[in-house]
């Protein structure tokens, strides 16, 4: 079958379309705990919660969350002049309430880790976030 040219225009435009919304998906995959590489951001919840993080400036984006006693890593993209917040939150083990843990700041083109420590208790939580 022969393609006319309009056809393979289509072909490539859609191709492309379907590469970027690959690459723009975070992909998160469970293992232990190693350092993050460039372009990615490792979420350990060491605590006795469940964790996530949220990115603000991208309009509340953040990544799945991860179960006590687990790790997850997750591509992000950015440029390297890019330093942005982050916000890193917990989940009650009662309730699907989230709660504060605290703020950081990652580069993505550098990546980094963040760690989750403590209990649910009012205080007793907290994250070790990447260090820019």
Not at 2 to 18: E, F, N, Q, T
Not at 77 to 100: A, C, K, M
């Amino acid at each position: 079958m022969k393609l006319g040219m309009d056809s393979v225009k289509r072909i490539a435009a859609g191709a492309a379309v379907v590469a970027t919304m690959a690459t723009a998906t975070v992909l998160g995959t469970a293992g232990s705990a190693a350092a993050a590489g460039s372009g990615q951001i490792q979420v350990c919840s060491n605590g006795n919660y469940a964790s996530y993080v949220v990115f603000p400036n991208r309009g509340g984006f953040s990544t799945f969350v991860v179960n006590k006693g687990t790790c997850a890593t997750y591509n992000i993209l950015g440029s390297s002049t890019t330093v942005e917040p982050i916000e890193v939150r917990g989940i009650y083990n009662t309730s699907s309430n989230t709660f504060w843990v605290g703020n950081g700041q990652i580069r993505p083109s550098r990546g980094g880790n963040v760690i989750t420590y403590g209990t649910t208790a009012a205080g007793n939580h907290w994250a070790l976030t990447p260090s820019v």
